[in-house]
């Protein structure tokens, strides 16, 4: 559609019938899901720095990752692409540019940003010039015939395919009363492309007891982290007798310059509860800007006095690791099934003494484990991830592997 000197779709993104995104139990997998844009959909299809598209379980729509005003406001979309008329070419405009009270589609698509909290919007007839706006697609998340329309596309589409897919689409979204109408347009379907690391895996049964680090099962992605060097592990009993409140906040200030030194190398972090919680106790206080090199996020659910923490699944930064292709890994260890090498992790050499001299009173917290230090030189750490049969297993494996450089022996951080 024409919207001024600008043309572009209402809606536009990328959809997939198996959801590859699990951050809550009660999503389906075989319900599918969406990757959902204002205008062009290159903003869902590529990565963008500091732009988010909406992330849309179409088993359950109104269930995001993401809970209170702020952290909404920050993974939401900020820019559209779009034709520029006028300069006829392609072009990135700020959201706030286009949208105000004349757009046509703006209560389909937004909230009104009220800074503690973001609300519906009910009628375009009380709206002013001032009012700030939030892409949510609230509307659409709460419309049964927009989530039935693209659960019902995909499904089809499956079943035609006879395996999943992976579409490009647009909607055009129609206002009418007292329900708008849905114009979908399939631009691109194709078998479910898969990252390199990713696809089906078949994980092994027959692994030495000594070699294997954990099994879990539950919210398991799909796909492989293979010759892993390093892993930066933060005991969660340990963690939970800390006392000082200064040691605990230095635990996640110790990661962060731990994934600056390891930049270039394979590594994966571990520890408790909920990564990322503003509540120190429920975890380790850290934001994606302290662990974007790892390969992995490991969440250990480890009882105490016969409580299970809650984990978050990576929520806190769920986006941010879903654009950056690490994975997000829950170890619930009270589940039936699981299982952890403890004694492989206390009896491990902890280099962080080596890598952070200045850091190296907090070792009896924050373990780093050269793998190629204590196992041999040959010596990496395999995960591998199923999500059908919601398994995942991380384990010892020899092999051929790749020498990099450390960046620093001694700490320059």
């Known amino acids: 559609k024409e919207h001024g000197r600008y043309f572009f779709p209402t809606l536009a993104g990328v959809g997939f019938s198996q959801n590859p995104f699990r951050w809550n139990r009660k999503i389906r997998r075989e319900d599918g899901f969406l990757r959902l844009v204002w205008g062009m959909g290159t903003r869902a299809v590529d990565r963008v720095a500091n732009d988010y598209p909406r992330m849309l379980a179409l088993s359950h729509p109104q269930l995001r990752p993401e809970t209170t005003a702020k952290e909404i406001r920050q993974y939401s979309q900020w820019y559209i692409d779009a034709i520029d008329l006028q300069e006829n070419k392609f072009t990135s405009v700020p959201v706030q540019e286009i949208l105000n009270p004349d757009y046509p589609e703006l209560r389909f698509v937004v909230s009104l940003d009220k800074g503690e909290y973001l609300q519906q919007i009910l009628s375009v007839g009380s709206l002013n010039e001032k009012d700030k706006y939030v892409l949510t697609f609230e509307y659409l998340t709460r419309d049964k015939n927009f989530v039935n329309l693209m659960r019902t596309a995909l499904r089809r589409l499956e079943d035609v395919y006879k395996t999943p897919v992976d579409v490009e ?58 010759g892993v060097r ?58 994606y800007a302290d662990i974007y090199n790892t390969k992995a996020l490991i969440e250990l659910a480890v009882a105490q006095d016969g409580v299970v923490p809650e984990l978050s699944y990576g929520t806190h930064f769920f986006q941010d690791l879903v654009e950056s292709h690490i994975y997000s890994i829950p170890v619930h260890l009270q589940e039936k099934g699981a299982a952890f090498n403890w004694s492989y ?63 620093a022996s001694v700490s320059t951080f």
């Open 169 to 226: 689409y647009t909607v055009n979204i129609i206002p009418k009363y007292p329900d708008p109408e849905y114009r979908l347009t399939m631009l691109q379907c194709r078998p479910l492309s898969q990252r390199k690391d990713a696809g089906p895996v078949s994980i092994p049964n027959n692994i030495p007891a000594q070699d294997m680090l954990f099994r879990t099962h539950g919210l398991i992605p799909d796909g492989k982290v293979e």
């Open 230 to 287: 390093y892993i930066i592990f933060i005991d969660p009993r340990k963690y939970r007798q800390i006392s000082n409140l200064t040691a605990k906040l230095e635990s996640g200030r110790v990661v962060s310059r731990l994934n600056k030194l390891l930049e270039g190398e394979s590594f994966i972090l571990m520890g408790p509860g909920r990564w990322g919680s503003a509540n120190i106790e429920l975890g380790v206080r850290v934001t």
């Open 345 to 407: 992790f206390e009896q491990a050499t902890n280099s962080l003494s080596r890598l952070l001299p200045d850091d190296a009173y907090l070792s009896p917290y924050v373990h780093v484990i050269d793998v190629a230090l204590i196992s041999g030189a040959n010596r990496r750490v395999n995960i591998l991830m199923d999500g059908n049969k919601d398994e995942a297993l991380c384990f010892l494996v020899e092999g051929e592997w790749q020498v990099t450089q450390n960046q």
